[in-house]
């Protein structure tokens, strides 16, 4: 069936470090690919999301590119900030009968200043 | 405009009691998703809901697990007899369509202790 793997955390980066949070996926056909972010205290928000292959989401500094050859979808940010600090959920969209998103475990990200 | 709204927002209960937790979506959404927040098993999908009708319930752990919802708007997920396992955070989400393409709405969740 399909599922999300993202890389465990935490990351613990430095402000002004460079982001990358890996995430692939297995999926029959074109999902559609999303991150979700939880600030602390906060509720699951939708970060960026692309549709289809070669697509690039993009969101408050973050990007993600719908890689199909490689399966991949990695977050990347060339510089954090301690604000970003939370955790981010990849996740996939299944339509049709079933309507959705099937997550990844969550990367907590620490950004410390 | 309200975001997704859930209550209770906290729940502890004791083992073999039945909790109700509600979730009142977006204005005019006519999608509505439960999901389930644990430490073990991150997110996971429960119930999907179309209006009032559910056309996937096959993220329902157990037949101790029930949802409704009633007027294309308000939905109730029922546990009965809890058991510790039970304890998560319940998320309840929602999108302007079921073709939203994954773009949902999460609420603020209810987390559930079960002693």
């Known amino acids: 069936g399909d599922s999300v793997t993202q890389m465990e955390g935490p990351v613990t980066l430095s402000e002004e470090a460079c982001l990358t949070i890996?995430?692939?996926?297995?999926?029959?056909?074109?999902?559609?690919l999303f991150w979700y972010v939880q600030y602390p205290g906060e509720g699951l928000q939708l970060l960026l999301k692309?549709?289809?292959?070669?697509d690039k989401g993009s969101n408050k500094g973050f990007e993600a590119t719908y890689r199909k050859e490689t399966t991949s979808f990695h977050l990347e940010k060339g510089s954090v900030q301690v604000s970003d600090s939370a955790v981010y959920f990849c996740?996939?969209?299944?339509?049709?009968?079933?309507?959705?998103?099937?997550f990844g475990t969550g990367t907590l990200l620490a950004v410390q200043p | 405009g309200a975001g997704v709204s859930q209550s209770p927002s906290n729940k502890v209960t004791e083992k073999g009691k039945d909790v109700e937790l509600r979730c009142d979506p977006i204005?005019?959404?006519?999608?509505l998703y439960w999901y389930r927040q644990s430490l073990g098993q991150g997110l996971e999908f429960l119930i999907y809901?179309?209006?009032?009708?559910?056309?996937?319930k096959s993220g329902l752990p157990s037949d101790r697990f029930s949802a409704e919802r009633t007027g294309g708007s308000v939905s109730t997920l029922t546990i009965q007899r809890t058991q510790q396992e039970d304890s998560a955070v319940y998320l309840c989400?929602?999108?302007?369509?079921?073709?939203?393409?994954?773009?949902?709405?999460f609420g603020p969740g209810t987390r559930l202790t079960v002693l």
């Open positions: 996740a996939l969209f299944r339509g049709g009968a079933t309507n959705k998103l099937i």
């Open positions: 989400a929602s999108s302007l369509s079921a073709s939203g393409r994954g773009e949902q709405f």
């Open positions: 809901f179309q209006g009032n009708s559910a056309p996937d």
């Open positions: 890996n995430c692939t996926y297995t999926a029959t056909g074109y999902p559609s």
């Open positions: 204005s005019g959404h006519t999608a």
């Open positions: 692309a549709t289809k292959a070669d």
